[in-house]
């Protein structure tokens, strides 16, 4: 494929999961960075696919990665033959903390879409509404780098959404801040924090709308997930979640707070695809949307929350997303 090449993969290639993103992903990793096209493999329990990994020439195993089989599995794969490797982490039920640990010990690079835990986090009837929130998962892999300092790279849930979004957020508060007429670009993560406060940002509101287009149009009253059917599922029965800003004096009856951690964010005692909101975007204008929870959330709101010296917030934003209803159908 012809396209812009970002960047050179020395070493083999592992992706892990061949669904809708893997299938997205793959023909980006060949677009834009140069690598040994028989150095790649794609690991995945479901063969659904498998013949357009065959038509490209791409080793596939089909094996679920479990806590007793992913680093006997992993290893001969990451390290085989010179250079360094890469892990394409797209799939579901499987740990991406254990993941990095095991890639930061192979010093190979990793990259991920969403912070996933092992099989059954979602279900698990024994767990409180706390402890499957989206929230918690990222303390998880934040009290992983804190314990284990340095190390290859490793970048989590940076796909479109969440990823892609905080660059969006970024660039909206720098044209924001042109508008009154602040032109210097800030150099670190307090400088951002201080413009997002020095332009008065109280909410940032992220609408989800899926607008692809298909041959068969899309009939009445029928539902159609455009993307992972389990990621669907799993976000959807999770307790809604949004970051929480200090300009906020009033928490819905049904909303907490969390037990540790950064305390950039709140959850309410209900699923996501229960919680409705009022939402807005370019291309319908003013609709209904449900308030589903996103590692972004909770990371933006983090982000940009500025301190004092003493580790007291003074200043931090809502941000919650709105899947609008419609959104990822087709």
Known sequence: MNGLIHGKITGPIVMIGFGSIGKGTLPLIERHFEYDENRIVVISPDATDEEILDEKGICFLQVALTPENYTDILTPLLTEGEGQGFCVNVSVDTSSV????LCRELKTLYIDTVIEPRKGFYWDEGSSPEKRTNYYLRETLLAERAQNPGG??????????????????KQALMDLASSQGIKDAPQTRQDWALLMQTVGVKGIHIAE?????VVKPKAPDVFVNTWSVEGFLSEGLQPAELGWGTHKKWMPA???????GCQAGIYLKQPGGKTHVRTWCPSLGAQNGFLVTQNESISIADYFSLKEKDGTVKYRPTCHYVSIDGSRTS
Not at 98 to 101: A, K, T, V, W
Not at 209 to 213: F, I, K, L, M
């Open 98 to 101: 254990d993941l990095m640990r």
């Open 254 to 260: 049904n909303a907490a707070t969390h037990t540790d």
């Open 152 to 169: 290859t790279t490793a970048v989590a849930c940076c796909g479109a959404n969440p990823g892609m979004v905080l660059w969006f957020v």
């Open 209 to 213: 709308r899926d607008t692809q287009q």
